[in-house]
């Protein structure tokens, strides 16, 4: 596809410590603001699905995919292409359930949880929510078949 | 190779963005003697010529000034009834210029509702499953070429019959508005979009796509 010349803001390198820092630093602010896992994984999800709803449109402004025929190809879709243009990393789509309305994407290796571990007293946060809602948000600005 | 203006509709068939590039339409001007002897006469809070086409204006044209001062909907610029100025001996000669009234933006409002109704029809009647619906409207002045996203945003484009490259334009169009209007965190979606570097990259994609359009049909 035809990419015009002002388009530089794609071949902007960030370093991705940065990237590792802020979102660390987001999760730990949110841990101190609520105190209590259940809440930050909410809003965490929260602001997933508000960068969901925009960066969809980016994603098909710049991979130009059709309209995915089936839950299947949705699933490739998401792991190798969108995950790659964003994340850089290709997550392994497996554990499909029986009825094919469920799988799983496991990232072997997650940008956001670089050099990061879980003390004990936070077994329940789901560290990168945010990727949950991410996709939550995108896939729900798609979902209408009504055209 | 003009491209005439750009409309942006939401998902609920809103307008939420609207550029007009178009070069002036004929406009006709002329110093007339009482009695007038053309026939005008309100029309959705215009007064337009309804008998008496002479010289360059034509029935269904608006009045758009009178001696130089811009009318205002149905009033003279002093806000005066403009019928009940023209029939006043009194007022005359009187320099008038008539022109094809521009549309409002309550006009361009409906307009765009109305196509996102028509859009929704076309995919529905469609004999297959599937179909992208209306993506062009060709009559003799324009073109409008309409591209609507996977998630319900349309871009509607109306230009020159011969220019070409609309489409890549409206893909180009596509990539500016995931760019300078959703990625800047203070527009909410659906919302009207008022963001200058939009407005400013917008221009400058139209320049790009009227140039090269150009090359296009000269060879």
């Given amino acids: ?147 | 190779m003009v491209i005439f203006s750009v409309y942006v509709v939401n998902k609920a068939g809103g307008l939420i963005y609207q550029y007009d590039n178009y070069v002036p339409r004929a406009e006709a001007e002329k110093t007339f003697s009482f009695p007038l002897d053309l026939v005008l006469k309100h029309h959705d809070e215009k007064v337009i010529v309804s008998f008496g086409q002479r010289d360059g204006i034509r029935v269904g044209h608006a009045v758009l000034s009178i001696n130089g001062v811009d009318v205002m909907g149905k009033n003279t610029g002093e806000g005066k009834d403009i019928l009940e100025y023209l029939r006043d001996a009194n007022n005359y000669p009187v320099s008038i210029r008539f022109g094809r009234a521009r549309l409002s933006s309550n006009e361009k409002l409906m307009l765009a509702s109305m196509f996102h109704s028509l859009f929704a029809i076309g995919s529905q009647l469609s004999p297959d499953v599937g179909s992208s619906g209306i993506e062009m409207l060709e009559t003799d002045v324009f073109k409008l070429h309409c591209f609507q996203t996977l998630t319900g945003i349309k871009f509607i484009v109306l230009a020159d019959p011969r220019q070409s490259g609309i489409d890549t334009l409206l893909r180009k169009i596509y990539e500016i508005y995931s760019d300078f209007a959703l990625k800047n965190p203070f527009y909410s979606l659906e919302m009207p979009i008022r963001c200058e570097l939009f407005d400013q990259n917008l221009k400058g994609a139209l320049e790009v796509a009227e140039k090269a359009g150009n090359f296009g049909a000269g060879s």
């Fill in chain 1, 1 to 147: 596809m035809s990419r015009q010349s002002n388009r530089t803001t794609d071949s902007k390198k960030m370093n991705s410590e940065l990237f590792t820092l802020t979102y660390g630093a987001l999760v730990t602010q949110l841990c101190k603001d609520y105190e209590n896992d259940e809440e930050v994984n909410k809003q965490l999800d929260k602001m997933g699905y508000n960068i969901g709803v925009r960066l969809i449109e980016d994603f098909l402004a710049r991979s130009s995919i059709g309209r995915c025929q089936d839950f299947r190809e949705t699933a490739d879709v998401i792991a190798k292409v969108a995950f790659k243009m964003y994340l850089g990393v290709t997550p392994s789509v497996t554990n499909w359930s029986p009825a094919g309305d469920e799988f799983s994407l496991i990232l072997e290796n997650n940008p956001l949880v670089d050099f990061v571990e879980l003390p004990d007293n936070h077994n329940t946060l789901i560290y990168s929510n945010l990727l949950c809602g991410v996709l939550r948000g995108a896939l729900e600005m798609v979902k209408s078949t009504l055209f």
